[in-house]
């Protein structure tokens, strides 16, 4: 069983909810308001893709950036509809110069209990991992303040696979509880179905762990076979679930 004791959760978390504004993803296809649209930064024109899914030429956009602008490629609104987000979070893709936020993030406790990552990664490791992420992987993080809060990861897969993806992730140990894991997994299972086209998402997850087995079920996924004795954890052996989730 999870070692509650020692990687306390503050679950169930009394006022947990009070914690959420309902962050509505931006509507407003205004061509002005470039939403990822880097064309907008360059003074360029950007091609957008308008949340009805209907590919787009947004008219040209010319003119300084400006502030509003800045602060949407730095913090990106969700692609999830209907995302409930804990205040002031952001996700976006990971940099080589989080190395150092991601790497307090994988050497936690919690985090590693839950994950196949081992002690003592290093900073160098992280970011190395990051400078060589190959094209077909997803790296996002979570921020809460400036502080690396979350991680979570999508690699699609190719050829005969190439409608399949696979997930992993991982929320900060006194982080657990927020919000943080719902908010992660809606923006990779949006990334997957809005933006990749995949039809299916799988994932590998201990059988006791509770709090991730609930979080996928809630997000679709559905357990589909167990692997015995998966991964050497902590001196012993720890059994797996497979989950995945089809797109509906
Ligand atoms: C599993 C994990 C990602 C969940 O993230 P989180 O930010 O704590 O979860 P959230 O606060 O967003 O809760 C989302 C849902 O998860 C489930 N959940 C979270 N904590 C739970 C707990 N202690 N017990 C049961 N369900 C729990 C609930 O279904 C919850 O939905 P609800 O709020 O509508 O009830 C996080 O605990 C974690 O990172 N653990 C360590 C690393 C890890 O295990 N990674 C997963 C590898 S497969």
Not at 12 to 30: A, F, I, K, L, V
Not at 64 to 93: C, F, G, H, Y
Not at 115 to 143: C, F, M, W, Y
Request: aromatic share 8%; glycine share 10%; net charge positive.
């Amino acid at each position: 069983m999870r070692q509650l004791d020692l990687f306390p959760h503050s679950w169930p978390n009394p006022g947990h909810d009070q914690r959420y504004r309902p962050y509505t993803r931006n509507r407003d296809h205004s061509p002005c308001r470039a939403r990822g649209g880097f064309g907008a930064l360059a003074g360029r024109p950007s091609t957008t893709l308008p949340h009805d899914g209907r590919v787009g030429i947004v008219p040209l956009c010319f003119g300084k950036t400006k502030e509003s602008d800045m602060s949407e490629l730095e913090n990106p609104p969700p692609l999830a509809k209907d995302a409930a987000w804990p205040q002031n979070l952001v996700i976006r893709a990971r940099r080589p110069s989080d190395a150092e936020g991601i790497v307090t993030l994988h050497n936690l406790p919690g985090y590693r209990y839950g994950t196949l990552r081992t002690p003592h990664h290093t900073p160098d490791e992280i970011r190395k991992g990051i400078e060589s992420q190959p094209a077909n992987v997803t790296g996002l993080i979570a921020l809460l303040d400036g502080r690396i809060v979350g991680d979570a990861g999508l690699t699609r897969f190719s050829n005969r696979r190439v409608h399949v993806g696979s997930i992993g992730m991982g929320v900060h140990d006194a982080y657990v509880g927020k919000g943080i894991g719902r908010a992660l997994i809606g923006e990779v299972v949006a990334l997957a179905d809005d933006w990749f086209n995949l039809r299916r998402v799988e994932l590998t997850v201990y059988t006791d762990n509770e709090p991730a087995i609930r979080l996928y079920e809630k997000n679709g996924f559905v357990t589909e076979g167990l692997m015995k004795e998966f991964a050497f954890r902590d001196g012993s052996y720890v059994d797996a679930y497979c989950m995945a989730r089809i797109r509906p």
